[in-house]
Structure formats: structure tokens, C-alpha cells
């Protein structure tokens, strides 16, 4: 398994951006597809983003798309969500996910988990 840590959120006025960074531990990092989920209070958690292993593929939960890019980059073993134009449904503790399957955005492919970042989009 590898050890993710989150970072980057914080409190922003709807349309602002936020960029979290999920740092990643251990020599493998790049043997791992990397994932953004999210979970509101008395919601399920779900998916917002994924990357592939080779950061060739991507993929979007449609509430995102367009608004919402994930990056990685290898040499910093660490994964990025760029977050623009926010808004209040936005709110949610962000986490940070490896799976050693392909571009998948279902929460049992992925094994290693963050303990999440929160962000707070205010109207």
C-alpha cells in the first residue's frame, strides 16, 4: 500500500479555485492509478476524479467536468486537483485514493486512502 496525505483546502466564495495536493509516499507511485472522492455531510461518498498510472487517461464525475482537472506529477510522487469556478455544493471532505486498477471510478478499486481535506464553498 502507499500512504496519501491531503492538503490544499480551505474556505473560498463561490467561483473562487482551490488546488488540492495529495502527496504520496513509497517508490511505487507510479504503478498506481490516483482518484479524488468526495463526501458531504449524510452523503455517500463519491467520485470526482481519476487519473491513470501513466497520467494518459482521465476521467470525470459530470458534476465536475470542466471545472475540475487532476494532474500528477511523477518526480513529486504527488497527485493535484485544480478546483475553478466552485460552488456551494461543492462542499466536502476531499479525499485522496491509489488503486492498482485503470481508470475506474469505483471506491473498491481503490485501496490506499488520505484522511481527506475539507472545502468550504460559501455563496
Known amino acids: 500500500q502507499v500512504r496519501l496525505v491531503e492538503s490544499g483546502g480551505g474556505l473560498v466564495q463561490a467561483g473562487g479555485s482551490l488546488r488540492l495536493s495529495c502527496a504520496a509516499s513509497?517508490?511505487?507511485?507510479?504503478?498506481?492509478?490516483m482518484g479524488w472522492f468526495r463526501q458531504a455531510p449524510g452523503k455517500e461518498r463519491e467520485f470526482v476524479a481519476v487519473i491513470s498510472w501513466r497520467g494518459m487517461s482521465t476521467n470525470y464525475a459530470g458534476s465536475v467536468k470542466g471545472r475540475f482537472t487532476i494532474s500528477r506529477e511523477y518526480a513529486e510522487n504527488t497527485v493535484y486537483l485544480q478546483m475553478n469556478s466552485l460552488k456551494p455544493e461543492d462542499t466536502a471532505v476531499y479525499y485522496c485514493a491509489a488503486g492498482a486498477a485503470g481508470v475506474t471510478t469505483r471506491r473498491e478499486d481503490f485501496g490506499s486512502w488520505g484522511q481527506g481535506t475539507q472545502v468550504t464553498v460559501s455563496s
Open positions: 513509497g517508490r511505487t507511485f507510479g504503478h498506481y492509478a
